[in-house]
Protein backbone atom coordinates (compact mmCIF):
# COMPACT_ATOMS: atom_id res chain seq x y z
CA UNK A 1 0.00 0.00 0.00
CA UNK A 2 1.32 3.32 -0.96
CA UNK A 3 -0.16 5.60 1.85
CA UNK A 4 -1.01 9.54 1.16
CA UNK A 5 0.76 10.30 4.15
CA UNK A 6 3.60 8.42 5.83
CA UNK A 7 4.92 10.07 9.19
CA UNK A 8 6.24 6.47 10.11
CA UNK A 9 9.03 7.16 7.26
CA UNK A 10 9.33 10.40 8.89
CA UNK A 11 10.85 9.13 11.85
CA UNK A 12 12.69 5.66 10.66
CA UNK A 13 14.51 8.52 8.41
CA UNK A 14 15.55 9.88 11.86
CA UNK A 15 15.22 6.96 13.92
CA UNK A 16 18.39 7.86 16.09
CA UNK A 17 18.38 10.86 16.54
CA UNK A 18 14.93 11.39 16.94
CA UNK A 19 15.39 8.26 20.02
CA UNK A 20 18.29 9.64 21.51
CA UNK A 21 16.17 13.45 22.19
CA UNK A 22 13.39 11.28 23.66
CA UNK A 23 16.04 9.58 26.03
CA UNK A 24 17.25 13.09 26.68
CA UNK A 25 14.21 13.90 27.96
CA UNK A 26 13.47 10.90 29.96
CA UNK A 27 16.70 11.36 31.70
CA UNK A 28 15.72 14.53 32.53
CA UNK A 29 12.54 13.65 34.35
CA UNK A 30 11.32 17.15 33.23
CA UNK A 31 8.12 16.66 31.35
CA UNK A 32 6.22 19.51 30.79
CA UNK A 33 7.54 23.27 29.41
CA UNK A 34 10.92 22.64 30.58
CA UNK A 35 13.83 23.35 28.45
CA UNK A 36 13.11 21.05 25.42
CA UNK A 37 9.88 23.53 25.23
CA UNK A 38 11.37 26.24 25.52
CA UNK A 39 14.69 25.68 23.22
CA UNK A 40 11.78 24.91 20.67
CA UNK A 41 9.87 28.15 20.70
CA UNK A 42 12.97 30.19 19.98
CA UNK A 43 14.13 28.11 17.47
CA UNK A 44 10.59 27.72 15.69
CA UNK A 45 10.09 31.46 15.84
CA UNK A 46 13.48 32.10 14.48
CA UNK A 47 12.72 29.54 11.55
CA UNK A 48 9.58 31.82 10.95
CA UNK A 49 10.89 34.69 11.14
CA UNK A 50 8.81 35.92 14.13
CA UNK A 51 9.57 37.77 17.88
CA UNK A 52 7.69 35.02 20.07
CA UNK A 53 6.82 31.26 19.66
CA UNK A 54 4.44 29.57 21.70
CA UNK A 55 3.58 25.93 22.32
CA UNK A 56 0.43 24.41 22.49
CA UNK A 57 -1.28 21.64 22.95
CA UNK A 58 -2.57 21.30 19.13
CA UNK A 59 -3.20 22.99 15.78
CA UNK A 60 -7.00 23.16 17.13
CA UNK A 61 -5.75 24.80 20.52
CA UNK A 62 -3.17 27.23 18.46
CA UNK A 63 -6.06 29.23 16.86
CA UNK A 64 -8.48 28.89 19.79
CA UNK A 65 -6.03 30.67 21.83
CA UNK A 66 -4.59 33.14 19.11
CA UNK A 67 -8.69 34.22 18.87
CA UNK A 68 -8.45 34.73 22.43
CA UNK A 69 -5.90 36.60 22.92
CA UNK A 70 -7.06 38.99 19.75
CA UNK A 71 -9.76 39.40 22.00
CA UNK A 72 -12.72 37.48 20.22
CA UNK A 73 -15.47 36.50 22.40
CA UNK A 74 -19.10 35.86 22.60
CA UNK A 75 -21.38 37.01 19.74
CA UNK A 76 -18.07 38.23 17.98
CA UNK A 77 -17.97 37.34 14.81
CA UNK A 78 -14.50 35.63 12.85
CA UNK A 79 -14.74 35.81 8.90
CA UNK A 80 -13.32 31.99 7.30
CA UNK A 81 -13.88 29.51 5.08
CA UNK A 82 -15.41 26.47 4.76
CA UNK A 83 -12.93 24.78 2.61
CA UNK A 84 -10.61 24.03 5.47
CA UNK A 85 -10.62 21.12 8.30
CA UNK A 86 -13.12 21.16 10.55
CA UNK A 87 -10.99 22.68 12.85
CA UNK A 88 -10.91 26.29 12.05
CA UNK A 89 -14.73 26.82 12.63
CA UNK A 90 -14.11 24.30 15.89
CA UNK A 91 -11.36 27.42 16.76
CA UNK A 92 -14.01 29.79 16.71
CA UNK A 93 -16.95 28.69 18.20
CA UNK A 94 -15.04 27.58 21.49
CA UNK A 95 -15.19 30.97 22.35
CA UNK A 96 -19.10 31.40 21.47
CA UNK A 97 -18.14 33.65 18.50
CA UNK A 98 -19.80 33.09 15.10
CA UNK A 99 -17.35 31.65 11.73
CA UNK A 100 -18.84 33.52 8.79
CA UNK A 101 -17.99 32.01 5.93
CA UNK A 102 -17.09 32.68 2.63
CA UNK A 103 -16.74 31.24 -0.38
CA UNK A 104 -13.08 30.50 -1.87
CA UNK A 105 -10.65 30.90 -5.03
CA UNK A 106 -11.28 28.60 -7.87
CA UNK A 107 -7.91 27.72 -8.45
CA UNK A 108 -5.58 28.49 -5.40
CA UNK A 109 -8.75 26.60 -2.85
CA UNK A 110 -7.89 29.94 -0.38
CA UNK A 111 -10.20 32.45 0.98
CA UNK A 112 -11.47 34.69 -2.31
CA UNK A 113 -10.23 38.43 -0.88
CA UNK A 114 -12.84 39.81 -3.12
CA UNK A 115 -15.41 38.57 -1.55
CA UNK A 116 -14.19 39.38 2.13
CA UNK A 117 -15.54 43.17 2.29
CA UNK A 118 -19.08 42.32 1.82
CA UNK A 119 -18.93 39.90 4.72
CA UNK A 120 -17.94 42.44 7.56
CA UNK A 121 -20.31 43.44 9.96
CA UNK A 122 -20.29 45.82 12.83
CA UNK A 123 -19.53 42.61 14.65
CA UNK A 124 -16.51 41.11 13.10
CA UNK A 125 -13.54 41.40 14.90
CA UNK A 126 -10.70 39.16 12.90
CA UNK A 127 -10.24 37.12 9.58
CA UNK A 128 -9.22 33.42 9.55
CA UNK A 129 -7.25 33.03 6.12
CA UNK A 130 -6.54 29.94 5.87
CA UNK A 131 -3.15 28.76 3.50
CA UNK A 132 -4.43 25.26 2.74
CA UNK A 133 -2.32 22.11 0.78
CA UNK A 134 0.60 24.34 0.99
CA UNK A 135 -0.95 27.11 -0.58
CA UNK A 136 -0.30 30.91 0.64
CA UNK A 137 -3.93 32.89 0.20
CA UNK A 138 -3.73 36.25 -1.44
CA UNK A 139 -2.38 38.60 1.56
CA UNK A 140 -1.99 41.81 0.58
CA UNK A 141 -5.79 42.60 0.01
CA UNK A 142 -7.13 40.68 3.11
CA UNK A 143 -4.27 42.59 4.86
CA UNK A 144 -5.73 46.25 3.71
CA UNK A 145 -8.73 45.54 3.94
CA UNK A 146 -8.45 44.28 8.06
CA UNK A 147 -6.37 47.37 8.19
CA UNK A 148 -9.49 49.32 6.91
CA UNK A 149 -11.88 48.21 9.21
CA UNK A 150 -9.52 47.34 12.34
CA UNK A 151 -9.81 43.65 12.39
CA UNK A 152 -7.08 41.33 13.65
CA UNK A 153 -5.89 38.75 10.71
CA UNK A 154 -4.94 34.87 12.13
CA UNK A 155 -2.79 33.22 9.80
CA UNK A 156 -3.72 29.35 9.90
CA UNK A 157 -0.85 27.67 9.02
CA UNK A 158 -1.28 24.26 9.82
CA UNK A 159 -0.35 23.20 6.32
CA UNK A 160 1.83 25.58 5.16
CA UNK A 161 5.28 25.07 7.61
CA UNK A 162 7.87 27.45 5.05
CA UNK A 163 5.54 28.28 2.19
CA UNK A 164 6.51 31.61 1.22
CA UNK A 165 4.29 35.13 0.18
CA UNK A 166 6.03 37.24 -1.28
CA UNK A 167 9.71 36.80 -0.09
CA UNK A 168 8.29 35.87 3.43
CA UNK A 169 7.34 33.25 5.27
CA UNK A 170 3.26 32.41 5.80
CA UNK A 171 2.91 33.02 9.65
CA UNK A 172 4.95 36.57 9.42
CA UNK A 173 2.29 38.82 7.75
CA UNK A 174 -0.91 38.69 10.15
CA UNK A 175 -1.03 39.66 13.90
CA UNK A 176 -1.22 36.08 14.93
CA UNK A 177 -0.28 32.54 13.46
CA UNK A 178 -1.07 28.97 14.06
CA UNK A 179 1.11 26.29 13.63
CA UNK A 180 0.18 22.27 13.65
CA UNK A 181 2.08 19.59 14.56
CA UNK A 182 -0.01 16.44 14.05
CA UNK A 183 2.06 13.53 12.71
CA UNK A 184 1.39 14.19 8.68
CA UNK A 185 2.55 18.25 8.85
CA UNK A 186 5.43 19.13 7.01
CA UNK A 187 7.05 19.33 10.40
CA UNK A 188 5.04 17.11 12.59
CA UNK A 189 5.00 15.66 16.03
CA UNK A 190 4.97 12.19 16.79
CA UNK A 191 2.03 12.92 18.66
CA UNK A 192 -0.35 16.42 18.65
CA UNK A 193 0.98 19.58 19.32
CA UNK A 194 0.98 23.18 18.16
CA UNK A 195 2.21 26.32 18.14
CA UNK A 196 1.46 30.34 18.19
CA UNK A 197 3.80 33.13 16.89
CA UNK A 198 3.91 36.54 16.50
CA UNK A 199 6.39 39.65 16.33
CA UNK A 200 3.62 41.49 18.94
CA UNK A 201 5.08 41.21 22.64
CA UNK A 202 1.90 41.68 24.27
CA UNK A 203 -0.10 39.32 22.25
CA UNK A 204 2.47 36.69 23.00
CA UNK A 205 2.10 37.28 26.80
CA UNK A 206 -1.63 36.61 26.37
CA UNK A 207 -1.25 33.50 24.37
CA UNK A 208 1.57 32.44 26.65
CA UNK A 209 -0.60 32.96 29.91
CA UNK A 210 -3.52 31.67 28.09
CA UNK A 211 -2.70 27.99 27.61
CA UNK A 212 -1.82 27.38 31.07
CA UNK A 213 -4.82 28.91 33.29
CA UNK A 214 -3.95 32.22 32.89
CA UNK A 215 -1.01 32.18 34.79
CA UNK A 216 1.84 34.99 34.87
CA UNK A 217 2.87 33.57 38.55
CA UNK A 218 2.64 29.74 39.36
CA UNK A 219 -1.14 29.01 40.59
CA UNK A 220 -2.31 32.58 40.33
CA UNK A 221 -4.59 33.12 37.67
CA UNK A 222 -4.76 36.51 36.26
CA UNK A 223 -7.06 35.52 33.06
CA UNK A 224 -9.31 33.00 32.77
CA UNK A 225 -7.48 30.07 30.79
CA UNK A 226 -7.18 26.98 29.59
CA UNK A 227 -4.66 23.80 29.75
CA UNK A 228 -2.87 23.80 26.23
CA UNK A 229 0.67 22.81 26.48
CA UNK A 230 2.94 21.30 24.07
CA UNK A 231 4.92 18.60 25.95
CA UNK A 232 8.69 17.99 26.01
CA UNK A 233 8.92 14.71 24.17
CA UNK A 234 7.41 16.50 21.37
CA UNK A 235 9.04 19.62 21.50
CA UNK A 236 11.96 17.17 21.36
CA UNK A 237 11.32 15.27 18.75
CA UNK A 238 10.34 18.45 16.79
CA UNK A 239 13.37 20.03 17.24
CA UNK A 240 15.23 17.33 15.59
CA UNK A 241 13.11 17.50 12.23
CA UNK A 242 12.93 21.25 12.55
CA UNK A 243 16.53 21.72 10.89
CA UNK A 244 15.65 19.21 8.14
CA UNK A 245 12.43 21.24 7.04
CA UNK A 246 13.56 23.09 4.39
CA UNK A 247 14.84 19.82 2.62
CA UNK A 248 12.12 17.87 3.23
CA UNK A 249 9.70 21.15 1.30
CA UNK A 250 12.31 21.03 -1.53
CA UNK A 251 12.09 17.04 -1.26
CA UNK A 252 8.08 17.92 -1.33
CA UNK A 253 8.49 20.48 -4.25
CA UNK A 254 10.52 18.14 -6.02
CA UNK A 255 7.52 15.42 -5.92
CA UNK A 256 5.33 18.03 -7.34
CA UNK A 257 7.01 18.95 -10.68
CA UNK A 258 7.21 15.10 -11.36
CA UNK A 259 3.60 14.98 -11.16
CA UNK A 260 3.32 18.25 -13.32
CA UNK A 261 5.31 16.94 -15.79
CA UNK A 262 3.94 13.53 -15.99
CA UNK A 263 0.13 14.40 -15.47
CA UNK A 264 -0.13 17.47 -17.69
CA UNK A 265 -2.20 16.92 -21.02
CA UNK A 266 -4.58 14.19 -18.64
CA UNK A 267 -8.33 15.77 -17.99
CA UNK A 268 -7.27 16.95 -14.43
CA UNK A 269 -6.60 20.08 -12.80
CA UNK A 270 -3.26 20.51 -11.73
CA UNK A 271 -2.53 22.58 -8.73
CA UNK A 272 -1.93 26.51 -8.99
CA UNK A 273 1.90 28.20 -8.32
CA UNK A 274 0.71 31.58 -7.45
CA UNK A 275 2.64 34.08 -8.55
CA UNK A 276 5.28 35.29 -6.55
CA UNK A 277 4.91 32.78 -4.08
CA UNK A 278 6.16 29.19 -2.93
CA UNK A 279 3.55 26.16 -2.47
CA UNK A 280 5.09 23.32 0.12
CA UNK A 281 2.96 20.90 -0.85
CA UNK A 282 1.72 19.39 2.08
CA UNK A 283 -0.50 17.25 0.11
CA UNK A 284 -0.71 17.47 -4.06
CA UNK A 285 -4.02 18.04 -4.88
CA UNK A 286 -5.64 17.46 -8.26
CA UNK A 287 -9.26 18.09 -9.31
CA UNK A 288 -11.19 15.76 -11.74
CA UNK A 289 -15.17 15.47 -12.70
CA UNK A 290 -14.69 11.87 -12.47
CA UNK A 291 -12.86 11.85 -8.80
CA UNK A 292 -14.63 8.97 -7.03
CA UNK A 293 -14.51 6.61 -9.54
CA UNK A 294 -10.50 7.48 -9.77
CA UNK A 295 -10.16 6.92 -6.14
CA UNK A 296 -11.89 4.17 -6.55
CA UNK A 297 -9.21 2.82 -9.12
CA UNK A 298 -6.41 3.62 -7.40
CA UNK A 299 -7.44 2.18 -4.01
CA UNK A 300 -8.16 -1.19 -5.81
CA UNK A 301 -4.21 -1.13 -6.75
CA UNK A 302 -2.80 -0.48 -3.71
CA UNK A 303 -2.68 3.62 -3.68
CA UNK A 304 -4.46 5.48 -0.54
CA UNK A 305 -5.49 8.67 -2.23
CA UNK A 306 -7.48 10.58 0.16
CA UNK A 307 -10.11 13.88 -0.12
CA UNK A 308 -9.45 16.63 1.57
CA UNK A 309 -11.88 17.43 2.51
CA UNK A 310 -15.09 15.73 1.16
CA UNK A 311 -17.93 17.77 3.04
CA UNK A 312 -17.11 21.64 3.52
CA UNK A 313 -18.02 22.97 7.41
CA UNK A 314 -21.35 24.25 6.51
CA UNK A 315 -22.51 21.02 4.86
CA UNK A 316 -21.12 18.61 8.24
CA UNK A 317 -24.17 17.67 10.33
CA UNK A 318 -22.77 19.55 13.34
CA UNK A 319 -22.65 22.57 11.38
CA UNK A 320 -25.28 23.18 9.29
CA UNK A 321 -27.15 25.70 9.36
CA UNK A 322 -24.44 28.22 10.46
CA UNK A 323 -24.17 30.14 6.79
CA UNK A 324 -26.61 32.89 6.01
CA UNK A 325 -28.99 31.99 3.84
CA UNK A 326 -27.93 35.15 1.31
CA UNK A 327 -24.73 33.81 1.43
CA UNK A 328 -23.51 30.48 -1.23
CA UNK A 329 -19.96 28.86 -1.90
CA UNK A 330 -20.55 27.61 -5.07
CA UNK A 331 -17.00 27.28 -5.39
CA UNK A 332 -16.22 25.47 -2.39
CA UNK A 333 -18.82 22.85 -2.79
CA UNK A 334 -17.60 22.07 -6.33
CA UNK A 335 -13.97 21.90 -4.74
CA UNK A 336 -15.52 18.91 -2.76
CA UNK A 337 -16.93 17.18 -5.49
CA UNK A 338 -13.56 16.92 -7.59
CA UNK A 339 -10.85 16.68 -4.98
CA UNK A 340 -8.23 14.33 -4.82
CA UNK A 341 -4.94 14.33 -2.91
CA UNK A 342 -2.37 12.20 -4.55
CA UNK A 343 0.29 10.58 -2.20
CA UNK A 344 3.05 13.17 -1.30
CA UNK A 345 5.61 13.03 1.15
CA UNK A 346 9.81 13.17 1.17
CA UNK A 347 10.47 9.85 1.27
CA UNK A 348 8.19 8.87 -1.36
CA UNK A 349 9.99 6.87 -3.85
CA UNK A 350 10.73 7.77 -7.35
CA UNK A 351 9.83 3.97 -8.06
CA UNK A 352 6.19 4.76 -5.49
CA UNK A 353 4.94 7.80 -7.57
CA UNK A 354 5.75 6.04 -11.04
CA UNK A 355 3.27 3.77 -9.44
CA UNK A 356 1.02 6.14 -8.94
CA UNK A 357 1.70 8.29 -11.95
CA UNK A 358 1.19 5.12 -14.29
CA UNK A 359 -2.08 4.44 -12.22
CA UNK A 360 -3.62 7.18 -13.32
CA UNK A 361 -2.96 7.23 -16.48
CA UNK A 362 -4.04 4.18 -17.14
CA UNK A 363 -7.57 4.97 -15.53
CA UNK A 364 -7.46 7.80 -18.09
CA UNK A 365 -7.16 5.09 -20.60
CA UNK A 366 -9.58 3.03 -19.83
CA UNK A 367 -12.29 5.64 -19.09
CA UNK A 368 -13.99 7.67 -21.84
Not at 14 to 23: F, Q, V
Not at 29 to 46: C, D, N, P, T
Not at 160 to 169: D, I, P, W
Not at 291 to 296: E, M, P
Amino acid sequence: MILCANPQASYLTRKAEIDAALHRVLDKGWFILGQEVAAFEKEFAAWVGVEHGIGVGSGTEALHLALAAAGVGAEDEVITVAHTAVATVSAIELLGAKAVLVDIEPGCFTLNPALLEAAITPRTKAVIPVHIYGQPVDLDPVLEIARKHGLKVIEDCAQCHGAKYHGRHTGTHGHLACFSFYPTKNLGALGDGGAVVTNDAVLAGKVRALREYGWTERYVSHLAGWNSRLDEMQAAILRVKLPHLDADNAARQGLAAVYDAALAGLPLTLPVHRDGCSHVFHLYVVRSEQRDALQAHLKQHGIGALIHYPVPVHLQPAYRGRLAAERTLPETERAAREILSLPLYPELTEVQQAQVIELVRTFHKQTP
